[in-house]
């Protein structure tokens, strides 16, 4: 028998078991979650863990990949909307609706899951700060088609534009860390977004690209 399979026990459901460890790291990070907290969560033993995914690391890993296709899929959908402005509005307001989704747990795995950690955890923080630049990344290339159809001013680099994206959508996640409600953190984000409006889209501020939420 492969060594790699040992210890699985009959009848296991990987991807059940990926989504309770999501839930543990997203709640706790990854430094945070203990082996007693994911073999609770998952009801796999320590062995039964190390057979199916090597590690707790490969464990996060994989959590990692159902985070992004599951509750981050909201940022690849913003991402194709039609029109730059919509792109922007989407991601932004996505951010709000996501932090505030009633059952999540506060804040958001790819930002606070693995910020802090220890010798032990440097392929998971390296990983983590390469999924957060291709992301951003992305965002840019999106930006600079819209740059290419006249939807945003030439002179606005893309590049500080995905960054500053980035940033906002990043300080929302900290905001409901903090505990702000989902009234507080739309006002948030529609201030926002009016300042995009004037600063690239349209400096007169004379048209509404990015109506406030109701």
């Given at each position: 028998m492969d060594r790699k399979v040992k210890g699985r026990p009959r009848g296991f459901d990987e991807a059940q078991?990926?989504?309770s460890a999501m839930r543990v790291f997203w709640e706790k990070s990854y430094e945070g979650a203990t082996m007693a907290d994911l073999t609770e969560a998952t009801g796999l033993n320590r062995s039964s863990i190390h057979a199916a995914f090597g590690s707790k690391e490969g464990l996060?890993?994989?959590?990692?990949?159902?985070y992004w296709e599951g509750p981050l899929r909201y940022i690849p959908k913003a991402l194709?909307?039609?029109?730059?402005?919509?792109?922007?509005?989407?991601l932004i307001r996505g951010s709000v609706n996501f932090l505030s989704t009633p059952?999540?747990?506060?804040?958001?795995?790819?930002?606070?899951g693995a910020l802090v950690c220890?010798?032990?955890?440097?392929?998971?923080m390296q990983t983590m700060a390469a999924w957060r630049k291709t992301t951003e990344n992305t965002i840019k290339k999106r930006i600079q088609q819209g740059q290419?159809?006249?939807e945003l001013r030439g002179?606005?680099?893309a590049a500080d534009y995905a960054r500053y994206i980035a940033a906002t959508m990043n300080g929302l996640v900290v905001q409901a860390l903090n505990g702000a409600n989902r009234a507080e953190l739309t006002r948030l984000a529609d201030m926002a977004l009016q300042f995009l409006e004037r600063s690239s889209f349209d400096p007169s501020g004379r048209r509404k690209e990015f109506?406030?939420?109701?």
């Open positions: 078991a990926i989504d996060f890993l994989k959590v990692v990949k159902r194709a909307e039609p029109t730059l402005p919509r792109v922007v509005e989407a059952g999540n747990p506060r804040g958001c795995l790819a930002i606070h220890g010798t032990s955890g440097e392929r998971v290419r159809e006249g002179e606005v680099n109506p406030q939420a109701k």
